[in-house]
């Protein structure tokens, strides 16, 4: 267990190897490039800001990512829209048309944010069950759990058609 406080090139050098998982992890929670962005640019400030408190630094990309989900629910509670019920008749009704297959990542873009979130963590980032349950935040059986369901609903989704 390495306990010293990463200076700033380490810092760095652990942050690019592990930016496309913080991104497409970002990516998955809030749908959009650009929210993204802004939360994996908030994570890194703060992880930089706090890395003393990183334990051990062997466990770099877990904790990170915890900062980053944080950042993440962080900007889904900020942006939590209200809808006008007057002008809830006219928003148009979504196409049943499924005659084009979806690909994966679109199939796995459209599961809702608690299913989401750990399907791309465990099988786009490599994360185990344990190291996701730390970075969202929930219990190991309800990874496994969500993993399962987000399995069933992406059969379903890839095989309708």
Same mark, same amino acid.
């Given at each position: 267990?390495?306990?010293? /406080?990463?200076?700033?090139?380490?810092?760095?050098? $652990? /942050?690019?190897?592990?930016q496309e998982t913080m991104f497409r992890t970002a990516r998955a929670i809030l749908r959009s490039d650009e929210d993204a962005e802004d939360a994996v640019q908030e994570a890194i400030c703060t992880a930089f800001a706090r890395r003393d408190s990183l334990r051990d630094t062997e466990k770099f990309k877990p904790w990170m990512l915890r900062i980053l989900a944080n950042k993440c629910y962080d900007a889904c509670r900020k942006r939590r829209s209200t809808v006008d019920l007057d002008t809830a008749g006219e928003l148009p009704a979504p196409e049943d048309d499924h005659? $084009?297959?979806?690909? #994966?990542? $679109?199939? /796995? #873009?459209? #599961?809702?944010?608690?299913?989401r979130a750990p399907v791309t963590l465990f099988y786009y980032d490599g994360l185990s069950i344990r190291e996701i349950s730390r970075v969202l935040g929930i219990s190991e059986a309800a990874v496994k759990t969500r993993l399962s369901r987000g399995r069933a609903r992406l059969r379903q989704l890839l095989d309708e058609k």
């Open positions: 267990m390495t306990q010293a /406080v990463l200076d700033k090139e380490s810092f760095c050098a $652990q /942050v690019i190897g592990c005659a $084009q297959r979806l690909t #994966l990542w $679109q199939a /796995v #873009l459209s #599961l809702n944010d608690d299913l």
